[in-house]
């Protein structure tokens, strides 16, 4: 059974007439309807608006608004709080609570709410869909997700997003999830709050600054083609997590059986000496890595620009990436090129873990790499020094 609706209807009572007749839809008329209490879609009912921004569900009381039972849809809808009381603000948007399933969102928006604008509680929402659907919570982005599953799922229960957005918050707060799948979208920083979570698969997606650095913690996540304007951080509880052709500033991991197949530039590598360290504005340097499973691909490319600025004095040091997982001794090549001869000087570039730093030893000097060793350091001289070391 269909019905229709227009502004000022009892939209519940609607609601309720479609469930009596086993179900159907109630189809909102473009305009706003207003609520000055909660609003339950009972099972096996839709609630579909005329579009997006022609038809606005607004919220006028303190509290939760709008509740979803079994096999229900919302489409094609706004819905937030009204701007007429501040307070109208609080309370969560969706609400989905345990035991029920198989909800449907599509090309919706929610937006505006303090709290989230959809909270499931543990074990909810199984089979639940989203498509195409916007999710803005005023919280401050890293601290609060517009999507929130609160407690911990004790089984699988599988939720679904497909191109949904945060507007410039963070979009997700996977608290306790396990078989959680997300596709496409951008969000501000994403949250894992708690080491139960299990099973978060993310695709495609953009992940903004705003949130801050991406901790995870929990088991077997899995990160595809993302883009991270910060960087990721696997704390202690991680287990098993993959990074698949990602890219990010840096990945710190902490935890155990993670695996990375990440290119990362990094611009944070640290030039030391043993006496006085070199003067930064004398070379320029760019290094690159490549994180495939265990194992780490480092290139550095160091040129001189500004010799008379300060080469430091005594042997030169390299900081690495992922420098807290190196565990034992590596060796890779080096080759200093004197630009003013056209020299190339052949050498090994050495890890040593305890001191977390690159050393290098040329084979046509008794002397480790230095501003005098293999040769008088000056401008236009280059160094390029590749390395693969272990990281687990």
Same mark, same amino acid.
């Given at each position: 059974m269909n019905v229709e609706a227009n502004p000022g209807?009892?939209?519940?009572?609607?609601?309720?007439?479609?469930? $009596?007749? $086993? $179900?159907?839809e109630v189809r909102l008329n473009p305009g706003v309807y207003s609520f000055t209490s909660p609003l339950t879609v009972s099972s096996n009912v839709s609630l579909v608006g005329s579009g997006r921004y022609c038809t606005r569900l607004e919220k006028l009381f303190i509290g939760d608004f709008i509740s979803l039972q079994d096999a229900t849809s919302?489409?094609?809808?706004?819905?937030?709080?009204?701007?007429?009381?501040?307070?109208?603000?609080?309370?969560?948007?969706?609400?989905i609570t345990e035991g029920h399933g198989f909800q449907f969102m599509e090309s919706t928006s929610v937006s505006g709410f303090?709290?989230?604008?959809?909270?499931?509680?543990?074990?909810? $929402?199984?089979?639940?869909v989203a498509v195409a659907c916007t999710f803005f919570t005023a919280a401050t982005p890293g601290e609060g997700g517009a999507v929130q599953i609160v407690g911990s799922d004790i089984n699988a229960v599988p939720r679904q997003f497909h191109g949904c957005t945060g507007n410039g918050c963070t979009l997700f707060d996977f608290g306790g999830a396990k078989d959680l799948f997300v596709s496409g979208g951008y969000t501000n920083g994403l949250r894992f709050p708690t080491d139960q979570s299990a099973l978060v698969l993310c695709t495609n997606m953009r992940i903004g600054a705003a949130g801050g650095n991406v901790t995870v913690r929990g088991h077997e996540h899995c990160f595809s083609s993302c883009v991270f304007a910060l960087g990721v951080e696997l704390d202690e509880t991680s287990i098993n997590c993959s990074r698949e052709s990602c890219v990010a500033p840096f990945i710190s991991d902490k935890g155990s059986g993670n695996r990375f197949t990440v290119i990362q530039a990094f611009d944070d590598i640290t030039w030391t000496a043993e006496t006085t360290d070199p003067n930064p504005t004398s070379a320029a340097i760019v290094a690159f890595a490549e994180h495939i499973g265990t194992k780490a691909i480092v290139t550095l490319n160091l040129t001189i620009v500004n010799a008379k600025a300060g080469l430091g004095v005594g042997e030169w040091y390299f900081s690495l990436p992922f420098d807290e997982k190196i565990y034992a001794t590596y060796a890779g090549s080096a080759i200093a090129f004197d630009a003013s001869t056209g020299r190339r000087y052949v050498g090994t570039a050495l890890t040593f873990p305890t001191q977390k730093k690159l050393r290098v030893f040329f084979n046509d000097s008794t002397s480790p790499m230095s501003g005098t060793s293999p040769m008088l350091w000056e401008d236009g001289d280059t160094l390029q020094i590749q390395l693969m070391y272990t990281t687990k």
């Open positions: 209807d009892n939209i519940q009572s609607k609601i309720a007439y479609v469930a $009596g007749t $086993g $179900g159907g919302i489409r094609h809808l706004e819905i937030v709080p009204s701007n007429t009381n501040p307070d109208y603000a609080q309370g969560v948007g969706i609400t303090a709290d989230p604008c959809l909270r499931f509680s543990a074990n909810s $929402g199984s089979g639940f």
